[in-house]
């Protein structure tokens, strides 16, 4: 069934969540500075269970239920923007129903929102302690850059073919501070790229390695806890760019120093929404802050007479980089898009596209591509496949419904959990 409008989609919804009426919550926002006194308690108000209702029928591996709008007959492009499913469409349409009614009095219940969002990342990330919402992965790996107390004669280790994201950010900072910035090789095998870490680490006054959990183009999963263990033995830190993994390959923060990632890809919600995590306790400056960085910075449009001031400290923790207003629509719509994710588990989710990658793989092989894919420790949601006609190859699979990307002239395939394993045939057909 195609459902070609809003209205429609809406009303599918509504006949399916009938089924799963979520009791009506209110809300009460807890965390550090949401404006919480009197006046504006008693003006708080019963979201409609609709907002934050996310419908648990139709969430199958394999089954595109909650995308019937998606044209391509194949979806492969999670790795760079994922389609809008039903849940999404809703929850954006439901914030701006709010908006639309209540004007500022709308803004109040989605603080605890955001703090729950919070929750579900923390959960993906396997992470605790404070994040902030940010607008893109870059946005959050720049503002982390300029936040690292940086010492002369600093070094920062790069990975040549990392997405630009990951390097411009510390490059600038490297250029700001005066650090020194070397690029390690991506063209390695697993031991020869932990030992040139390792030799790089071993030289001294390395400030942060930053590296992405999986490189955009070849789908190659890092080694990050072997690279955080080295890292920490020298005395430096590890700073992740997660975008390419959190959603489809299993992930622990754990060990790590700073996250970064995007909710536009494999976590299936908008633009213009990201996340920074830093371990509790970072040391942090803050040099870039806002009105919304310091500790209780709403008072003064709350509390009566005397309590506008500019020198109220700036909170110590990542959050501070929460600097103005958020994305409202946008963080609901990620939450939205999350939700399945979990409902599935992100293992999975795994297992799932390593079955879709294990039939695609050999039927790309036998028409002539090489395959790019590493052993199983190294695999991730992307699998990426070369071959002279790499281009042409992919406006004809574009053309034929297969929806992919040719990311500095190799064919990058990225399904998700909703991509069926009969895709394959989709496939082969459009290639022959
Ligand atoms: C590894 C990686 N990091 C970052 C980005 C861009 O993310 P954002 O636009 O959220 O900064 C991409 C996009 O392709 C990417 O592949």
Redesign the pocket.
């Known amino acids: 069934m195609v459902v070609h409008s809003v209205e429609a989609v809406q009303l599918l919804d509504r006949v399916v969540l009938s089924f799963q009426v979520a009791p009506q919550k209110t809300v009460l926002p807890s965390f550090s500075w949401v404006p919480t006194p009197a006046a504006v308690r008693a003006s708080i108000r019963t979201l409609p269970g609709s907002v934050f209702r996310i419908g648990r029928g139709m969430v199958q591996l394999g089954s595109r239920a909650l995308f019937p709008q998606l044209q391509a007959r194949a979806y492969c492009n999670h790795?760079?923007v994922s389609p809008a499913s039903t849940r999404v469409m809703r929850a954006v349409t439901g914030v701006l129903a709010e908006y639309a009614q209540h004007g500022l009095d709308a803004i109040f219940p989605f603080f605890e929102q955001r703090e729950s969002l919070k929750d579900d990342l923390r959960t993906l990330l396997g992470v605790e302690g404070p994040i902030a919402i940010t607008a893109?992965?870059?946005?959050g790996l720049s503002d982390a850059a300029l936040s690292l107390p940086w010492q002369p004669g600093d070094r920062v280790l790069l990975f040549e073919g990392e997405?630009p994201?990951?390097v411009t950010p510390w490059v600038q900072a490297a250029k700001a501070f005066g650090a020194e910035v070397t690029f390690l090789s991506l063209d390695a095998t697993l031991p020869e790229l932990l030992e040139e870490a390792r030799r790089e680490l071993a030289k001294g006054k390395v400030r942060v390695l930053a590296v992405?959990a999986v490189q955009?183009q070849t789908g190659r999963r890092m080694p990050i806890d072997q690279l955080a263990d080295l890292c920490h033995q020298h005395g430096a830190l590890i700073a992740v760019?997660a975008?390419?993994a959190v959603g489809v390959v299993p992930f622990s923060g754990a060990k790590l120093d700073l996250i970064a990632g995007?909710a536009h890809?494999w976590l299936m919600g908008m633009e213009g929404v990201?996340y920074l995590w830093a371990r509790p306790g970072l040391e942090l400056v803050p040099r870039v802050s806002g009105w919304l960085s310091h500790a209780e910075p709403v008072d003064f449009l709350m509390e009566g007479a005397g309590k506008l001031r500019y020198d109220k400290p700036i909170r110590s923790e990542i959050d501070f980089l929460e600097i103005g207003s958020t994305n409202v629509a946008g963080c609901v719509a990620l939450q939205a898009a999350i939700a399945p994710i979990l409902e599935l588990g992100v293992p999975a989710i795994f297992e799932h596209v390593q079955a879709w990658h294990d039939r695609v793989e050999p039927a790309l092989v036998e028409r002539g591509f090489t395959s790019l894919r590493r052993g199983p420790g190294e695999r991730s949601g992307t699998l990426t496949v070369s071959h002279p006609d790499a281009m042409e190859l992919g406006i004809q699979l574009n053309e034929a419904g297969v929806a992919c990307t040719t990311p500095d002239g190799v064919l990058r395939l990225a399904p998700h959990w909703p991509n069926a394993l009969d895709e394959v045939d989709v496939l082969t057909a459009a290639l022959s």
Not at 136 to 139: G, L
């Open positions: 790795a760079a893109s992965t870059n946005r997405f994201a990951n992405s955009f760019d975008i390419q995007g890809k990201g």
